[in-house]
């Protein structure tokens, strides 16, 4: 599971389903995003828009002609795309209307690897001084980076500040969860990711630890803060708040506990 290329690809298919959803990210540029291809095809969206494109009017379907028009004019700076893979980036988005947040994890990705980035030039120059006893360097470039963070918060819409390091969860070994239970827990949580508004059934009196699948509280604590923030629950940005809070890279939660959630669909009461 890759969160970046999932959120990428969602948000380039919201546009390509509804192109007006283009009005919602004036503020997401083709560099926030990591593959080359994808770049190209949000230069191009945004290049069509400018040009008012006759799709942007259009009521209903969405036309061929955009389609076509955003990858002949994507192909002009990079090669390799297909019509395929424009259905490809169609059925990686859950919800169009989504699109403002799937933008914000591709620009909460670019910010990383700019950070990196920078740190990383930090790192040497800090090391190439200590070698000769001097610090010009070093100071130069840690004004570099500040500088660079002001322009990222900037962005975002809020100032950086420092954090604690994350310290994982404790886990407290339980008796095995009989398979009936977890099958259950499973259900209920890929109906509150696929059926819009479900999470609100349960939400008051539902806790984490109700959970007999440790795996699955950490999941569900996901959807409750996406919930608390008010932000749409889909398969993408719950994949995207996994990824956040780490939960993968520690073994809190198994991509065998995950895939399921967000790969199957639910129907009935989550109350």
């Known amino acids: 599971m890759d969160p970046l290329l999932t959120g990428e690809q969602a948000v380039l298919g919201a546009v390509l389903l509804d192109p007006r959803q283009l009005g919602g990210l004036d503020w997401l540029e083709p560099r926030d995003f990591y593959r080359p291809g994808h770049q190209a095809l949000f230069a191009a969206l ?6 008012d494109h006759p799709a942007l009017s259009t009521e209903g379907a969405v036309p061929v002609a955009w389609l076509t028009d955003t990858l002949a004019e994507a192909g002009q700076q990079v090669r390799g795309l297909t019509a395929s893979y424009l ?8 919800r169009p209307a989504h699109a403002p947040l799937y933008g914000r994890m591709v620009l909460e990705g670019s910010i990383h690897r700019t950070v990196a980035e920078h740190a990383n030039r930090l790192l040497a120059v800090a090391r190439e001084d200590a070698g000769q006893h001097e610090v010009h360097g070093t100071a130069a470039q840690a004004d570099v980076l500040a500088g660079v963070l002001d322009g990222l918060a900037k962005r975002w819409g809020t100032r950086p500040r420092a954090s604690a390091p994350r310290t994982p969860p404790l886990l407290v070994a339980g008796q095995p969860t009989a398979a009936a239970q977890a099958e259950d827990e499973q259900f209920l949580l890929s109906l509150l990711v696929h059926q819009n508004g479900a999470i609100g059934e349960v939400f008051d009196w ?3 630890q109700d959970f007999a699948v440790p795996g699955h509280g950490h999941l569900y604590r996901c959807l409750g803060a996406l919930h608390h923030r008010g932000e749409p629950i889909d398969p993408v940005t719950t994949l995207w708040e996994v990824q956040r809070r780490g ?22 009461s989550a109350e």
């Open 46 to 51: 945004r290049k069509l828009r400018a040009e």
């Open 87 to 94: 259905h490809t980036l169609v059925a990686a988005c859950p």
């Open 206 to 208: 539902l806790r984490p």
């Open 247 to 268: 939960l993968l890279t520690e073994g809190t939660l198994t991509e065998e506990q995950l895939e399921p959630v967000l790969r199957d669909g639910a129907a009935g």
